[in-house]
């Protein structure tokens, strides 16, 4: 690669290692400009726009992305940059709030199983089934005992959406302290932002080392080699930018997508179309 990024690409968090969650992993490659990663991104967007579309002509798997982070960490600046590459008829964003009492009634994987993408579209989870460990288990919602027997089911569902054709990539948005409290005061002081701010946004950094911990926990133990997390720096969003994007086209790209080929019989018939 002539731009000096061959380098700079995401590496699958591997199964029982920890992976580097510090501010360093934040950063990422901070020696890149802006402006080399930028020129960057936008041939690897267009590219989406072209393997989306055959992807969803092909239509023999789907693509789950989810993505994690803390508040503030940049989710819906992923959904709006890069996967708004995406032709909209194929793509099906879901969010994942509170639970509502009803979705409380089921199993925690009874309200994500039902938004799992069909085959030939790709879907996004802002949030994800990752805050029944994550939130829950922060704030001890339910007994260590309910929420430890999680990360095992969680696996066991993946594996079963695999093997049914879903691809699944995860991505952790990971933002050092110091970029979140920036971002946090940003959506105190900018009226377009005050929106965006919510009480619980302090509650869940005073919060940080548990979410560290319990981050630390979902990697090492729900990283496999089919449905794999990667910890994105997001500290710089064109870089998280680049990275996502860059993984999504190496994903789609390693797919051997094909367009359907016209069937015969509808080939003899439109012989005469004029
Ligand atoms: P975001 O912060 O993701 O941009 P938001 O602030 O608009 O979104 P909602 O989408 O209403 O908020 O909900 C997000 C909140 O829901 C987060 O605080 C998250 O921890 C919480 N949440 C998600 N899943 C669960 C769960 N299974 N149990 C409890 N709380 C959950």
Not at 54 to 71: P, S, Y
Not at 211 to 216: I, S
Request: glycine letters at 6%; aromatic letters at 8%; a neutral charge.
């Amino acid at each position: 690669m002539a731009n000096g990024l061959a380098q700079v690409r995401l590496q699958a968090v591997h199964a029982d290692e920890a992976p580097a969650i510090d501010d360093a992993a934040a950063r990422g490659w901070p020696e890149i400009p802006k402006s080399v990663l930028e020129a960057a991104t936008a041939p690897l967007l267009e590219r989406l726009t072209t393997l989306q579309d055959a992807f969803h002509a092909d239509g023999r798997r789907a693509l789950l992305l989810v993505l994690q982070g803390r508040d503030a960490a940049g989710k819906d600046g992923v959904i709006r940059t890069v996967t708004g590459a995406f032709n909209p008829t194929g793509v099906q964003v879901s969010s994942f709030g509170p639970p509502t009492p009803l979705e409380l009634r089921h199993d925690f994987l009874w309200r994500v199983h039902q938004v799992v993408p069909p085959r030939g579209v790709i879907g996004v989870f802002n949030r994800s089934h990752y805050e029944d460990v994550l939130v829950v288990r922060v704030r001890g919602l339910v007994p260590e005992s309910v929420w430890q027997a999680r990360y095992a089911q969680i696996n066991a569902f993946e594996e079963m959406l695999t093997a049914n054709g879903v691809i699944i990539r995860k991505c952790f948005l990971h933002v050092s302290r110091d970029e979140q409290k920036a971002r946090l005061q940003e959506r105190l002081d900018d009226p377009q932002k005050n929106w965006k701010f919510q009480l619980g946004d302090l509650d869940d950094r005073a919060r940080w080392d548990d979410y560290t911990a319990a981050y630390d926990t979902l990697l090492r133990r729900c990283s496999t080699p089919e449905a794999p997390w990667f910890v994105v720096p997001s500290d710089r969003k064109t870089l998280r930018n680049y990275l996502i994007a860059r993984m999504l086209v190496e994903t789609l790209e390693s797919l051997d997508l094909r367009y359907p080929p016209m069937d015969p019989a509808v080939r003899e018939a439109a012989r005469d179309f004029r």
